[in-house]
């Protein structure tokens, strides 16, 4: 009697063995290199880094595996997520320099007075310059214009 039930032991075991293996053997479907779908138990090597899907006994999609990028794509994410990166930095600035106004101001016109008083405060500055600038060019001018006489002066003295 122990060596039917050491047998039948054995004999389930084998079952489950034999069945396990065939469970965990999914399909794979892949795309050969004519775009024809194909399908079986391995892949061959060449169609590997493009792509395929695990499906199970009953045709359920289980899993989905992407081809491999190509370096040029993975060039362009990279340069896309830097575009990200800048974009969320310039976000996060935008806020911290908002919420400085909100606690640096109570209300909306204090904002602006304080902005139409650095206006002033520059378009006074500039008024300012243009002035000295004038006065410059005047002092030039009477500097030209006294080199000029000296020089005729000097002109006609050479000739007497």
């Known amino acids: 009697m122990n060596k039917k039930l050491l047998n039948l032991i054995i004999f389930f075991m084998l ?3 034999i069945l ?3 469970v965990s053997a999914r399909m794979k ?4 290199s004519e775009g024809i779908k194909e399908c079986g138990d391995k892949i061959p090597p060449e169609y590997t880094q493009q792509g395929y ?3 199970s006994k009953g045709g359920i999609v289980l899993e989905e595996k992407e081809r491999i ?3 040029e794509e993975l060039e362009k994410a990279k340069k896309e997520a830097a575009i990200i990166a800048r974009e969320e930095e310039k976000e996060r600035n935008k806020k911290i320099h908002d919420k400085m106004l909100l606690e640096t101001f ?3 016109k204090e904002i602006e007075t304080t902005r139409d008083q650095k206006i002033e405060a520059v378009e006074s500055t500039i008024k ?3 002035k000295r600038i004038i006065k410059l060019q005047y002092l030039l001018d009477d500097e030209l214009n006294q080199n000029s006489l ?4 000097d002109g006609k003295d050479k000739k007497f």
């Open 106 to 108: 109570v209300t909306i």
């Open 29 to 32: 479907c892949w795309t050969n």
């Open 15 to 17: 079952c489950e063995m």
């Open 128 to 130: 300012i310059t243009q």
């Open 69 to 71: 990028k190509t370096k």
């Open 20 to 22: 396990a293996n065939h």
């Open 150 to 153: 000296d020089k005729q002066i």
């Open 53 to 55: 899907q695990e499906l």
